[in-house]
């Protein structure tokens, strides 16, 4: 099946540093999702890319589809404490029936020292 | 808007007990739905999926079931748990493009 490369698998920064973790694959996605989850609760949809070379903001974040259909990037600018916790990538199987299945990269873990 | 609600929210069973958690979604019709389970707080490993009242796929062979009594309720079940079954069990709802997550069960087998 296809997986999901995520980097790196975790972060240790101080407060008001700009953050970057990125997703890459052998095959091609035609959507890109991004989520964080805070310690104890369910995953968060933050960002959905659905077009190549796409690039959105949502607050501080921002994030792009490779222009490959292969990768993913997530920024983060002026880090805050509320943003520790795990930042998953995610696309939609393609293909063999699997189409309502997402793979997940394993997460970012990500920490900020105040 | 759609929500989606799971219960309980934390659970401590024995070994060898029954398990029963539930998930309900609103506002959406006809939804696909998940079953994950999360250990140490890290991957997310797809456990079950529904496509339709009474449609279950399981991912995983284990001593867990799944069942769909109703369009927008999503039951997850054992007759009698393992020390392993302790983890994060997350319900979602989706498309084929997205999902969403419910709040999560925390169950520890004891």
């Known amino acids: 099946g296809q997986q999901l490369n995520q980097s790196p698998q975790s972060m240790f920064i101080q407060e008001g540093e700009d953050v970057s973790m990125n997703c890459t694959s052998s095959?091609?996605?035609?959507?890109w999702l991004w989520y964080k989850q805070d310690p104890g609760e369910g995953p968060v949809l933050l960002i959905a890319?659905?077009?190549?070379?796409e690039l959105t903001s949502n607050g501080r974040l921002t994030a792009q589809f490779g222009i490959t259909r292969k990768d993913s990037f997530l920024n983060i600018s002026a880090s805050i404490p509320s943003d520790v916790g795990i930042y998953f990538c995610?696309?939609?199987?393609?293909?063999?029936?699997?189409?309502?299945?997402?793979?997940f990269g394993k997460g970012t873990l990500l920490t900020v020292n105040p | 808007s759609q929500t989606i609600h799971q219960w309980p929210a934390t659970l401590v069973q024995p070994v060898g007990s029954p398990l029963s958690l539930e998930c309900t979604v609103e506002?959406?019709?006809?939804?696909?739905l998940y079953w994950y389970r999360q250990a140490a707080g890290r991957g997310l490993q797809l456990l079950f999926y529904?496509?339709?009242?009474?449609?279950i796929s399981s991912e995983v062979p284990q001593n867990l079931s799944a069942s769909r009594p109703q369009d927008r309720q999503f039951i997850l079940s054992s007759k009698k748990l393992l020390l392993s079954d302790s983890g994060f069990y997350l319900c979602?709802?989706?498309?084929?493009?997205?999902?969403?997550f419910g709040p999560g069960t925390r169950l520890t087998v004891l």
């Open positions: 890319l659905y077009k190549a070379g």
């Open positions: 095959s091609i996605f035609n959507t």
């Open positions: 529904s496509v339709g009242i009474g449609q």
């Open positions: 995610a696309g939609p199987d393609v293909g063999g029936g699997s189409n309502y299945k997402l793979t």
């Open positions: 506002g959406t019709s006809n939804p696909n």
């Open positions: 979602a709802w989706g498309n084929t493009d997205t999902q969403y």
